[in-house]
């Protein structure tokens, strides 16, 4: 995998400042009911602090959504230490809103070689998006092989399976 070690990431980490803003602006659209502007490219993840309990939301874009299963797949750009992962691995159960949708979902950390063909897929159906991530991430999703990508969703980029449960 092609790989700048002077590249700066943005995903070494957490974003703060204007980055953070705007990162955070499509919780608005959605906590105003406008999450259908987003479509099913993004969702909201609603998760329960695994430290203080508190309720928070964060909207990350979909690698893949299996329409038959209703299953949506993410990614964590930030790796393992991102707080929105390490709540949900502490409490799967959670919803999600897509669009104007809300379901009940159990969270599942997907194993490195199911990973990567969500990775694979998503690069082949949303090519400048995978280029750009590649550039803003600073890990080559664009152009690593099926191995390359193994490697990275075990190592760094952990892919999260948002399967839907029946309402509790």
Known sequence: ???????????????????RFLLRLPILLYRWHLGWLLGSRFVMIDHVGRKSGKHYQTVVEVVEHDRASDTYTVASGWGDKASWFQNLMAQPQTTIHSGGRTLHVRAEWLPAPEAAQCLLEYRQHHRLSARELSRIMGKDIFQATPQEL??????SLPI???????AP
């Open 1 to 19: 995998m092609t790989h700048n070690a002077n590249a700066q990431s943005l995903v070494t980490q957490p974003p703060s400042g204007a980055l």
């Open 160 to 166: 999260i399976a948002f399967r839907k449960q029946s």
């Open 150 to 155: 193994e490697q990275l969703t075990a190592d």
